[in-house]
């Protein structure tokens, strides 16, 4: 079955970074986009980004670009997501998910918080 594991998070400082790596499994990793996605305390799903199947193209949410990016290792069914530049409005549970029409799965998440 499909299986996403979401590691990487913690607490950081504002102006730090953080890097979290997702693990998939059960499904043909190479042939799907994966997507980023985050919670805050309080607040709705907010959609962060997402890569292309061979990695060659990103995209991201707006209050995120210039200090996110997104890649994946194919060899390691492994999606990361570096956050650079951290703001105390980025604490949030990170997911990430893969859409496998008509399906959507998602990890457990990691919790990321910035505070000083």
């Known amino acids: 079955q499909v299986n996403l594991v979401e590691s990487g998070g913690g607490l950081v400082q504002p102006g730090g970074s953080l890097r979290l790596s997702c693990v998939a499994s059960g499904f043909s990793f190479s042939n799907y986009w994966m997507y980023w996605v985050r919670q805050a305390p309080g607040k709705g799903l907010e959609w962060a980004g997402a890569i292309n199947t061979g990695g060659t193209n990103t995209y991201y949410a707006d209050t995120v670009k210039g200090r996110f990016t997104i890649s994946r290792d194919i060899a390691k069914n492994t999606a990361y997501l570096q956050m650079n530049s951290l703001k105390p409005e980025d604490t949030a549970v990170y997911y990430c998910?893969?859409?496998?029409?008509?399906?959507?799965?998602w990890g457990r998440g990691t919790q990321v918080t910035v505070s000083s």
């Open positions: 998910n893969v859409r496998l029409f008509p399906d959507s799965y």
